[in-house]
């Protein structure tokens, strides 16, 4: 049998070279490959795996041309540098090492708040100018100071535990964090406006997701201290930065820690130049052990998909055979997008979540759906998910995962129903897949639809009563909204309600404070498959 052939296009560790050496594949080291894309996709036809970082960029052209290839392996968390869509068409699975980084990156805040306390660059740069500020430069504590953590999953809750080593007292925002967890860590677990009101120091570690895209604005900073000071070493545009400058400039926030930023490479910025606004280029993970971890990581799992068909940290596909893939998927792809629906309609921690399988589905591989349920259901709170790391980052979270499995009660061959159960209340929705092969919601809280999945959608709960329906449609049409299918269903007579509305490209915000504004109007959400 011939050994797997792999091929290295960026500088990785010689240890990673030496991992695959050791485990019998043939490894070409190429690392200034993956600047040259013509000579790329002049090879790459030669190879079953590839192991990049970030200069490489594995195009559609370029893996049009990989017809051996079986993997890619990234060398840190971000794959942007892969076009997923044309990997997962050709049946190439693309991982990535989502944890390799999360000391160094913890390690980059807490150094970064430090510095902040104590205007560490400010004064270095003044000393070494000859200068003797001792008065200018006066600093804060740290000690009996409040941490406000926002996001406290892999990385946040690293920076919480070494915040409290510093003596600090830390509060946490995250929808996903049990108390459980909270107390686990501890923490204590509060809500965002908490975190607001309470911090002297804050700091991001949640990954920007249309929920997290500017959470601190110019009324969040608003509602801070006087004399905050923020660190976001997570991702740009996490932070209002006008706002920030505003804030700074006007002395509410009294300093700002960020090494990343909303348009990077950062050349010109707003906090370019800003007292005490401390600057780095994006070095959260720039640590030697930070990059040998990662390297090592994606040697390790590239050998064991190609030795044994193990899959570990996939962006793009379950573990599944090829005998099992034509009939499951579809029912992953419901599993998902009901996961999906209950995510973008879930606004508190999440404590347990029960899937029941019935029917034929009962008899698939129940493990995949699931993951691709968790995949789905995190995803528009914390981004990066994938169907493989779904489940782990659940249990991190301190979330109850059940599953249940039962022959056929319905009137379905086979139904898929997901109950999300948070800190205020349960919410049941339930799917199938017809002979199309496209899946389809059924049930939702218990009332009766038949609706497919749209690109674009308005969910609407409602009171049961004459005239709504004409007042909701008015309001779309009046906007040039386009409806594409309109469901409906009830409880009963004058009952709970709800709509879901297909419609033609994004849901205008205007559109959506109308409707809410409406009298019958209880919950209004946009959402997206």
Wanted: aromatic share 4%.
């Amino acid at each position: 049998m011939t050994a797997p052939k792999v091929l290295i296009s960026d500088a990785l560790s010689e240890a990673a070279v030496q991992i695959f050496k050791d485990r019998g594949i043939d490894v070409d080291f190429q690392p200034n490959l993956g600047k040259d894309k013509d000579k790329l996709a002049e090879i790459i036809g030669n190879y079953d795996g590839l192991a990049i970082r970030s200069a490489t960029k594995a195009t559609a052209k370029i893996l049009e041309k990989a017809n051996r290839l079986k993997v890619i392996g990234r060398a840190g968390i971000g794959v942007d540098n892969v076009e997923i869509p044309a990997a997962t068409a050709k049946g190439i699975i693309v991982m990535n090492t989502p944890f390799g980084n999360s000391i160094t990156t913890a390690e980059h805040a807490i150094t970064m708040m430090l510095s902040l306390a104590r205007e560490i660059p400010a004064a270095d740069a003044s000393t070494q100018a000859g200068k003797w500020e001792k008065n200018r430069f006066m600093g804060v504590e740290i000690t009996a100071k409040t941490l406000g953590v926002i996001g406290c999953g892999n990385i946040g809750s690293i920076v919480a535990d070494r915040a409290l080593g510093l003596k600090m007292k830390v509060i946490a925002f995250d929808p996903f964090l049990s108390p459980e967890r909270a107390k686990d860590l501890g923490v204590e677990k509060v809500e965002l406006e908490d975190i607001f009101k309470r911090a002297d120091f804050i700091t991001l570690h949640t990954p920007l997701t249309d929920k997290t895209k500017n959470i601190i604005d110019a009324a969040a900073i608003a509602k801070m201290k006087k004399g905050v000071r923020i660190i976001n070493c997570a991702r740009g545009g996490l932070v209002d930065e006008n706002a920030l400058a505003e804030a700074l400039k006007s002395g509410h926030v009294a300093g700002a820690a960020f090494d990343v930023f909303s348009e990077e490479p950062a050349t010109k910025n707003v906090l370019f130049g800003l007292p005490n606004v401390i600057c780095t280029p994006h070095l959260g993970a720039s640590t030697t052990e930070a990059q040998e971890n990662v390297a090592l990581q994606v040697a390790e799992q590239m050998s064991d998909y190609l030795l044994t068909g193990a899959i570990t940290n996939a962006i793009n596909f379950p573990s599944i055979t090829a005998e099992e893939a034509p009939k499951l998927k579809p029912f992953i792809e419901l599993a998902e997008k009901l996961g999906s629906f209950a995510g973008q309609l879930t606004e508190t921690g999440i404590t347990k979540v029960t899937i029941t399988y019935e029917g034929e589905v009962a008899e698939m591989k129940i493990k995949a759906l699931t993951s691709a349920v968790l995949s789905g259901l995190l995803r528009p709170m914390l981004g990066d998910i994938n169907v493989v790391s779904a489940p782990v980052i659940a249990k991190e979270r301190g979330m109850v995962v059940d599953e249940v499995v039962r022959a056929a009660e319905s009137d379905y061959e086979s139904l898929i129903t997901l109950t999300v159960a948070t800190e205020r209340q349960e919410r049941s929705v339930s799917g199938t897949v017809y002979a199309d092969g496209k899946p389809r919601l059924v049930d939702i809280k218990g009332i009766r639809v038949d609706a497919e999945f749209g690109a674009s959608m308005i969910y609407v709960t409602n009171e049961d009563k004459p005239g709504f329906i004409g007042k909701f449609a008015s309001l779309l049409g009046d906007a040039k909204v386009n409806i594409a299918t309109f469901n409906l269903g009830r409880h009963s007579q004058g009952g709970d309600a709800i709509a879901l509305v297909e419609i033609d490209g994004p849901a205008p915000a205007e559109v959506l404070e109308k409707v809410q504004a409406l009298p019958q109007v209880k919950q209004v959400k946009a959402l997206a498959f």
